[in-house]
């Protein structure tokens, strides 16, 4: 049986990547119980298992856009939950993972939505205000 991790680097695809990310995700004795609530495992396994799924029918035109507006919509769901509702971590676990898949794809992502939260079009989220006036003082 031949290790993947034997081929080219050039041929491991965003494909790889995330079933490797899923199979961590799945893998829960490598993650400490107090530090990943079920729940935010559970979205992190649900944001992969569905992004998965899909690659192998969309553009990536059709990939981004599908999960910017799922994270859009759970963001708008999050905000009418209460703190300690549970389904909080899921949505968390669930909207880091996209986002985190979707800034490999497109880098520049990650790029425009400090842009848009240095313009005040998207909340800050805690992010030092500082920190991103410094990026952009070029």
Do not use: W
């Not at 396994?45 to 690659?55: C, G, I, N, P, Y």
């Amino acid at each position: 049986m031949n290790d993947t991790r034997d081929r080219i680097i050039s041929e491991l695809t965003i494909a790889d990547i995330t079933e490797r990310m899923l199979q961590f995700a799945m893998c829960s004795e490598l993650v400490d119980a107090s530090d990943f609530p079920e729940s935010y495992n559970e979205g992190i396994s649900d944001a992969l298992t569905e992004m998965r799924r899909d690659m192998d029918t969309l553009t990536e035109r059709q990939f981004i856009s599908k999960y910017e507006e799922a994270s859009l919509e759970k963001g708008d769901e999050l905000i009418s939950l209460d703190e300690d509702d549970e389904r909080v971590e899921y949505i968390q676990g669930y909207c880091s993972t996209v986002d985190e898949v979707l800034h490999m794809i497109d880098p520049t992502r990650l790029y425009d939505e400090m842009r848009m939260m240095q313009d005040g079009m998207i909340p800050n989220d805690g992010i030092d205000e500082d920190f991103i006036d410094r990026i952009f003082e070029n």
